[in-house]
């Protein structure tokens, strides 16, 4: 691995500090892999590498999001060591990129430790605000987001510039297989939950056919993300234009019983 010089080691801490906050914020996107990689690689001296990198990562991570209590792998972990192991390490991109599932699982199981770590915080941003002081409620707001960034930081300055890719490899397949299976097997659990948790939440009885629809659409087809919005789209304008919850001239035709069809015409025109 090439040397790094003292100040792209504090920048590459800040910008991991930055994607693993944002993994919980969710708001400025700075963990998503297409972001962080190109950071990374601007840091590095590469950004045509980090571009590339973070573009493959980001077709990967497209489908990860948090839903409910389903806790998605870690893009940020894994956008940005792979892409230290590629530009500073001197690997290939295939290897950079074959690293990136594993070390999202490991970011996974990172969050999940500190997201129940930060329950104690929490109880303690209740106490606080029950005393009226808001000072150390926003302090304790700050801290637990500072874990979250830092959750990324550590491991990215103690594996990607400390190690190459081949140990980061033996690394991963040294983890018992009851353990990779306990663990996939809990994903999907998770998963399931926290679909349900969302569905309940979202649950509207007259929107519920198109949802079936979507799932069957999708399992009995080969349509790709984008054909399958814009028959959603299609049917989202059908509907609007049908139902006489948006359209009043339908809404009042079923209380214009003896209009003729003329006059039916003329009412719509």
Not at 75 to 93: D, E, H, M, Y
Not at 160 to 185: H, K, Y
Not at 235 to 243: E, G
Request: aromatic share 6%.
């Amino acid at each position: 691995m090439t040397e790094m010089s003292l100040l792209q080691i504090l920048l590459i801490f800040v910008v991991s500090c930055i994607a693993g906050m944002g993994s919980v914020l969710d708001e400025f996107q700075f963990h998503r892999p297409l972001v962080a990689c190109t950071l990374i690689g601007a840091v590095l001296g590469d950004i045509k590498t980090g571009v590339i990198i973070g573009g493959t990562l980001e077709m990967i991570a497209l489908g990860w999001m948090n839903i409910g209590a389903a806790i998605a792998p870690d893009a940020a972990l894994a956008s940005i060591i792979s892409t230290i192991l590629v530009i500073s390490g001197g690997q290939s991109k295939g290897a950079g990129i074959a690293l990136a599932i594993p070390l999202a699982a490991a970011g996974q199981v990172l969050t999940i430790i500190i997201r129940t770590i930060t329950v104690a915080f929490q109880h303690a941003a209740d106490r606080s605000a029950n005393k009226g002081n808001l000072n150390a409620v926003s302090w304790i707001h700050i801290l637990a987001l500072l874990l979250q960034g830092i959750r990324v930081a550590i491991p990215v300055l103690i594996i990607a510039i400390s190690v190459n890719v081949s140990a980061v490899r033996n690394l991963f397949d040294s983890i018992p297989q009851v353990v990779t299976n306990g663990l996939n097997i809990a994903g999907g659990m998770i998963v399931v939950v926290g679909y349900a948790m969302i569905i309940n939440m979202m649950r509207t009885g007259y929107l519920m056919p198109f949802f079936y629809l979507g799932f069957v659409t999708a399992a009995f087809t080969n349509f790709n993300l984008i054909a399958l919005g814009i028959l959603g789209t299609i049917m989202a304008v059908l509907y609007i234009q049908v139902s006489p919850k948006y359209n009043k001239n339908l809404a009042i035709l079923p209380q214009n019983d003896n209009l003729t069809t003329d006059k039916l015409d003329n009412e719509l025109d």
